[in-house]
Nanobody
């Protein structure tokens, strides 16, 4: 499994941005996909998780209604559409994969992509 996030950049507050995660080796029937972010001086936080069991995505309250996760199964891609961005959304964004096999979980991380929201 290899993960690579891309699509970050600089955007003004209120704008939109889509970041993507190329997930080679992903098995969407066994892998949960999460998006995390880490702002300067803060701990990494989970902002979304898409369950492998039912494909449902849960969101952190602070991004609910503004961020949307979608999966392109054929291309092994996961996208995070971010609308109405706020300066507090500024962070490095990471995708995470948790593989569930025989009762065990294996955790994979990719390099992040920087998102900067100016006020």
């Amino acid at each position: 499994v290899q993960l690579q996030a891309s699509g970050g950049g600089l955007v003004q507050a209120g704008g939109s941005l889509r970041v993507s995660c190329a997930a080679s080796g992903v098995n969407f029937d066994a892998d949960s996909i999460g998006w995390f972010r880490q702002a300067p001086g803060k701990e990494r936080e989970e902002i979304s998780c898409t369950s492998y069991s039912d494909g449902v995505t849960r969101y952190k309250d602070s991004v609910k209604g503004r961020f949307t996760v979608s999966r392109d199964i054929a291309k092994s891609m996961v996208h995070l559409q971010m609308n109405n961005l706020k300066p507090e959304d500024t962070a490095v964004y990471y995708c995470n994969l948790v593989r569930h096999v025989l009762g065990r979980e294996m955790d994979y991380w990719g390099k992040g992509t920087q998102v900067t929201v100016s006020s």
